[in-house]
Nanobody
Framework: QVRLVESGGGLVQTGDSLRLSCGVS????????MGWFRQAPGTAREFVAR????????LYADSVKGRFTISRDNAKNTVSLQMNSLKPEDTAVYYC????????????????WGQGTQVTVSS
C-alpha cells in the first residue's frame, strides 16, 4: 500500500519560486523511483523530473532543466521539487509519482500517483 500526497502549489508571478513536497506512506520510500509530472488543461501529462532510489541520479525535462531541482529525503519519506524562475508555461497541476521498477519518463510506467497540486504562474 502506497499513498502519495502533494502540497506546496499556489499562485505566483513570473520569475518567482515554489517548492512542492510529496509525502509518501505505506512503504519505505527508498524502495521507489520517484518522479514529478505535470498536466495543463486539455493536454497530456508530461514528465518533469525523476530521482533514483538513493537520490544519486536525477533526470529532468529539457523545459525545466536548470530551473527545477528534485530531491528526496528517504528518512522522512518525502520528495520535493524546487521550482525557480517560474514561467507562465509552467502552469499546471503537478503530480508526484512512485514506481518500484525502472520507470523513466513515461507516466504509464509509474504505479502510484498523488492527487496533484495546482501551480499557476501569472505574467
Amino acid at each position: 500500500q502506497v499513498r502519495l500526497v502533494e502540497s506546496g502549489g499556489g499562485l505566483v508571478q513570473t520569475g518567482d519560486s515554489l517548492r512542492l513536497s510529496c509525502g509518501v506512506s505505506g512503504r519505505t520510500l527508498s524502495t521507489y523511483i520517484m518522479g514529478w509530472f505535470r498536466q495543463a488543461p486539455g493536454t497530456a501529462r508530461e514528465f518533469v523530473a525523476r530521482i533514483s532510489r538513493s537520490g544519486g541520479t536525477t533526470l529532468y525535462a529539457d523545459s525545466v532543466k536548470g530551473r527545477f531541482t528534485i530531491s528526496r529525503d528517504n528518512a522522512k519519506n518525502t520528495v520535493s521539487l524546487q521550482m525557480n524562475s517560474l514561467k507562465p508555461e509552467d502552469t499546471a497541476v503537478y503530480y508526484c509519482a512512485a514506481d518500484s521498477g525502472a520507470a523513466m519518463t513515461t507516466p504509464g510506467d509509474y504505479a502510484y500517483w498523488g492527487q496533484g497540486t495546482q501551480v499557476t504562474v501569472s505574467s
